[in-house]
Structure formats: C-alpha cells, structure tokens
C-alpha cells in the first residue's frame, strides 16, 4: 500500500509539473499519470487497481464535501433568475443532446442517459481556473457563472441519486420517479433545517476548544456522519458529502474548515482523477477518435448555445451572456463521477468512459483559448446583428447597469422579510429567528475574513 501510494505521489507530482510548465490545468496531468501507472499502457499494472479504487471513492466523498463548502444559499438567491433560469437550461437542453448522441450511437436507454448526465456538466475548478488566469475575476459576468455552477453542482447530485434508481430497476417509470424526488426533496429540506439550526449554534458555543486539527477532525466526522446517514436512508454516500459541506457553509467556521479540507481535497482528488486515467486505454482511443471528436464538438457548439440564451433568458447582458457559455465548454468532474458510478452499478458501456475522459482533456485543453475568442465574438455578433436584436441588447445593458447601480441600498433583506412572514406564529417565529442568527453570524465571519484578507 505503501508502495502504491509513492509510485502515485511521484508519478502524479512530476507529471503535473511538467503540465503546469506548458499552463495546462493540473487535472489533466494526473489523467495522464493514471494512463501511465495504468495496466493498458504496459500490459500489467505497476500499482494495485483496487488499493487507488478505494482511495478515489474518498477522494470523490471530500471534494463534493468542499463543493458543499462553497455553496452559499444567499448568494445564489442574490443571483436570482440567472442561476436557475441558465442552468436550467443548460442542463435540460444539453441532456436532450447527450441523449439524442446516444441514441444515435445505438445505446440503450440506460446508457443514453448516463452520457446525457455526463455531457450536462461544466467543471467548476476549470472555468475558475480560466477566468482567474485570463484576469477577468472581477467582471460581472463572474457571478451569474459561479452562481449557474452551483446550481449545475446541486443538480448533479440529485441527478446521481435519480440515475441510480433508473439504472437499479433498468427502467423508466414516471410515478415512482416522482416520489423519489418528493422524497429526497423532504429528506434534504429536513437534513437542512435540523443542520441549520443545531450545527452552526453547537459550534459557536464550543468555538474557543476547537484548534485547527480539532476542528478538521470534527468537520470530517461530520461528513462522513451524514455520508452514512444517506447510505441508510437509501441515497448516494456523494449526497450526504455535499448537504454537510453545505451545512457547514453556514457557520462561522466556514472559511477555516475550507482551509484546513484543502490540503485533503487536493490529496485525494489527485488520487481520483488518477484513477479515472488508469481507465484510459490508448488504443481504443485510436480506434474511438472520431467519437470523441464528435463528442468534443457537441459540448462545445451545445455549451455555448443553450449558456448563452439561459442567461439571456435570465436578464444577463449578451456580453456577459456570452463571456458565460465560452467559459463553460468542458466536461466537468461530475461526469466522471457520474461514469464511475455507472461503472460501479454495472450499466455503463466499457467504451463510454475513456471517450468521455479523453473529450473532457479535448475541451480542457482548448478552453482558454475558445474563451479568449468570446469579447470578438460578441463584437462581431452586435456589428452584423440586426437593428432590432442590437436594440435589444443596448436597453438590456442599461436595465443592467441600472439595477447594478443601487446594489447597496439599505431596504429589507430576505432575514427581516423571513422574520416578518412569520411574526405571529410563536414557535415558527422563534425557528427562523434562531436559522437567521446563524446564517447572520456567518455573514458577519465572512465580512472579517474579507477584510483580513484585504489587509
């Protein structure tokens, strides 16, 4: 075992230094350690398949826990019509694409949706990664982006706990699909309220015993708390990860426990996405080029249709609406959670898998360059476009600019309207006081760490 993990660290460490030397993302260096401490490369396998199995299956648990972690409920009501509007849309339309390609590949239902799931998916590290490296962090487009990749996050989980069920029963029924929706709706908003409203109060009042290696301690006692409180409550171990991530997004200690995981995530992230290369075959590659290619060309041309009209639908500007789509046109980490899922049930095609991994390298590597292209694009769109569309998109960058304008006017926030719906029933008053308090004193903790990191 030991063994296994030196041969991974160095492989994985060298590999992805020569990616960061050629300005590639780092993920797709340890896919491609994965290929080369894989069986399909040499004949054999230089380290044992199911010791990294195991290990990957945590790294999936602890990113989706520091997923969970950034997820903040406030700024993704503050994002309003443009993060469930265009990731709605993005979602829906590039199912029904990934779902027609598979039809069109002769698969089964089953299949079909599984690459459905899989091509619906932007990758939250590399569109961050992108826009951070091509300075644009402080555009306004950013916050519609990272709000629509939260929802698409929250969608996947969900859609991993519904693919699960289709693939466990091998068919398609709408009635029971219902209630598993209703009833995973009800678990989540019952997991979340309790949460709310015991966590973040427990952890202030113990806040002065809790160093940094306590803290980690409990955080990770915590997830995998709630991983097997899902397990048991029927759904997905990844499900449980992100709702305590999300919990603990809530509370004061938020940015220390995202901190204190990173090191952890990181570790065992590598070790997944390792994982998923030693699945590649480079052969059958050779043999699936014009697949993937095609698989490519899908995401990317899909992306940026269906990202471009849900974010104009949404009440963003055409300029951010497109500077949005050009940055999300990659097969994100879900889809290879998602395929290591299908993997483990026994549903998913054996080709799927390295197609899908070798077209999520494809759109990795040309990401920053297809972004770079989206501002001349724009341009080129608003110069040829007719009077009536260019119309359109002038009085849409006014209201924009417009309602930007007085962001920081003092009116009613949704605590004191929360609080104000509720005045006359004593014990509901007294819940969401408490919900309010708690999520009041995170904002507060947020504020400090803003201002500190300023400093």
Same mark, same amino acid.
């Given at each position: 075992?030991?063994?296994?993990?030196?041969?991974?660290?160095?492989?994985?460490?060298?590999?992805?230094?020569?990616?960061?030397?050629?300005?590639?993302?780092?993920?797709?260096?340890?896919?491609?350690?994965?290929?080369?401490?894989?069986?399909?490369?040499?004949?054999?396998?230089?380290?044992?398949?199911?010791?990294?199995?195991?290990?990957?299956?945590?790294?999936?648990?602890?990113?989706?826990?520091?997923?969970?972690?950034?997820?903040?409920?406030?700024?993704?009501?503050?994002?309003?019509?443009?993060?469930?509007?265009?990731?709605?849309?993005?979602?829906?339309?590039?199912?029904?694409?990934?779902?027609?390609?598979?039809?069109?590949?002769?698969?089964?239902?089953?299949?079909?949706?599984?690459?459905?799931?899989?091509?619906?998916?932007?990758?939250?590290?590399?569109?961050?990664?992108?826009?951070?490296?091509?300075?644009?962090?402080?555009?306004?487009?950013?916050?519609?982006?990272?709000?629509?990749?939260?929802?698409?996050?929250?969608?996947?989980?969900?859609?991993?706990?519904?693919?699960?069920?289709?693939?466990?029963?091998?068919?398609?029924?709408?009635?029971?699909?219902?209630?598993?929706?209703?009833?995973?709706?009800?678990?989540?908003?019952?997991?979340?309220?309790?949460?709310?409203?015991?966590?973040?109060?427990?952890?202030?009042?113990?806040?002065?015993?809790?160093?940094?290696?306590?803290?980690?301690?409990?955080? /990770?006692?915590?997830?995998?708390?709630?991983?097997?409180?899902?397990?048991?409550?029927?759904?997905?171990?990844?499900?449980?990860?992100?709702?305590?991530?999300?919990?603990?997004?809530?509370?004061?200690?938020?940015?220390?426990?995202?901190?204190?995981?990173?090191?952890?995530?990181?570790?065992?992230?590598?070790?997944?996405?390792?994982?998923?290369?030693?699945?590649?075959?480079?052969?059958?590659?050779?043999?699936?080029?014009?697949?993937?290619?095609?698989?490519?060309?899908?995401?990317?041309?899909?992306?940026?249709?269906?990202?471009?009209?849900?974010?104009?639908?949404?009440?963003?500007?055409?300029?951010?609406?497109?500077?949005?789509?050009?940055?999300?046109?990659?097969?994100?980490?879900?889809?290879?959670?998602?395929?290591?899922?299908?993997?483990?049930?026994?549903? /998913?095609?054996?080709?799927?898998?390295?197609?899908?991994?070798?077209?999520?390298?494809?759109?990795?590597?040309?990401?920053?360059?297809?972004?770079?292209?989206?501002?001349?694009?724009?341009?080129?769109?608003?110069?040829?476009?007719?009077?009536?569309?260019?119309?359109?998109?002038?009085?849409?960058?006014?209201?924009?600019?417009?309602?930007?304008?007085?962001?920081?006017?003092?009116?009613?926030?949704?605590?004191?309207?929360?609080?104000?719906?509720?005045?006359?029933?004593?014990?509901?008053?007294?819940?969401?006081?408490?919900?309010?308090?708690?999520?009041?004193?995170?904002?507060?903790?947020?504020?400090?760490?803003?201002?500190?990191?300023?400093?």
């Amino acid at each position: 075992m030991v063994q296994d993990l030196y041969i991974l660290m160095i492989t994985a460490a060298v590999v992805s230094i020569v990616f960061k030397f050629l300005k590639q993302p780092v993920v797709l260096g340890y896919i491609v350690a994965g290929v080369l401490v894989g069986p399909n490369l040499y004949g054999e396998t230089i380290v044992n398949a199911d010791n990294v199995k195991a290990w990957g299956d945590i790294g999936v648990l602890f990113v989706l826990f520091c997923i969970g972690l950034e997820f903040r409920l406030k700024n993704l009501i503050s994002s309003g019509k443009i993060a469930a509007i265009g990731a709605m849309t993005i979602i829906l339309g590039m199912m029904c694409l990934g779902y027609l390609v598979g039809q069109d590949a002769e698969l089964d239902m089953i299949n079909s949706l599984f690459l459905a799931g899989m091509l619906c998916m932007s990758s939250t590290t590399i569109v961050m990664k992108v826009i951070d490296e091509a300075g644009m962090s402080k555009e306004r487009f950013v916050k519609g982006a990272t709000s629509i990749l939260i929802v698409e996050d929250v969608v996947a989980v969900v859609l991993m706990v519904l693919l699960s069920s289709i693939a466990i029963r091998h068919q398609f029924e709408g009635a029971e699909l219902l209630n598993k929706v209703l009833i995973l709706a009800l678990t989540l908003a019952v997991w979340f309220i309790v949460g709310i409203l015991i966590i973040p109060t427990v952890l202030r009042k113990i806040k002065r015993f809790l160093n940094d290696e306590t803290l980690i301690i409990l955080a /990770l006692g915590l997830c995998l708390g709630m991983v097997l409180t899902a397990e048991e409550a029927g759904f997905s171990s990844a499900l449980g990860a992100f709702v305590m991530g999300s919990i603990l997004a809530e509370t004061v200690e938020s940015h220390r426990i995202e901190h204190l995981m990173s090191p952890l995530k990181n570790v065992f992230a590598a070790i997944f996405f390792i994982s998923v290369g030693m699945l590649i075959n480079p052969a059958t590659l050779a043999e699936y080029w014009v697949s993937i290619l095609w698989v490519s060309l899908v995401v990317i041309v899909g992306m940026i249709l269906f990202a471009t009209l849900g974010c104009w639908w949404g009440g963003a500007t055409m300029r951010d609406s497109m500077l949005t789509s050009f940055s999300f046109v990659q097969i994100g980490e879900f889809s290879f959670i998602i395929a290591s899922l299908g993997t483990s049930l026994g549903v /998913l095609d054996p080709i799927i898998y390295p197609i899908i991994v070798a077209s999520s390298v494809v759109t990795t590597f040309l990401t920053p360059y297809i972004m770079k292209a989206a501002i001349p694009c724009y341009n080129y769109l608003y110069k040829h476009a007719p009077a009536g569309l260019r119309e359109k998109i002038d009085r849409r960058e006014q209201a924009v600019a417009a309602a930007d304008a007085p962001a920081e006017s003092d009116g009613p926030t949704i605590a004191d309207k929360a609080r104000h719906a509720v005045r006359r029933t004593y014990v509901t008053k007294h819940l969401v006081n408490l919900m309010i308090k708690n999520m009041s004193a995170h904002d507060e903790d947020a504020k400090l760490h803003e201002n500190s990191k300023e400093k």
